[in-house]
């Protein structure tokens, strides 16, 4: 190899490293897009299961959530840069949270302290864990 495909190589590198750092700066939000979602989604189930047990109060909770969360994402699908596994990610806690509350934390909550606050505020923060672990699964693999 002579020098002047040495500069190529150490050139391409370079620009290599460069272009990297810049996509993983750009796709940073996804982590605070992330913990927005367990934030709304342990909202729901406060507004929904605690403070508006009837039927109004919750078509009402649901719908504000609903027009959020969409809302904000429509504003994601609309950043030009997504990190590694983000979507796989966001589907894990998606998951994850829907059959904790669909299996364990909405009946055995809801059977035991029916709509209390004190026992909802509690559920719904642990519930919010698998989207603040996503944001962290996914800003660990854009570094």
Known sequence: MDGHDRESAQRTTTEAARLREHATAAGRWYGGYLLFLGVASAGLLILTDA???????????????????????????????????????????NAVWFGSYLVVVGPLVRWRYQDSPLAWAPAAAAMSMPFAAAALLVGRTGR
């Open 51 to 93: 403070a508006s047990p009837d039927g109004f109060g919750q078509g009402l909770a649901a719908g504000g959530w609903f027009v959020t969360v969409m809302l904000v994402s429509v504003w994601a699908q609309r950043r030009r840069a997504f990190p590694a596994g983000a979507a796989r990610a966001t589907a894990l806690a």
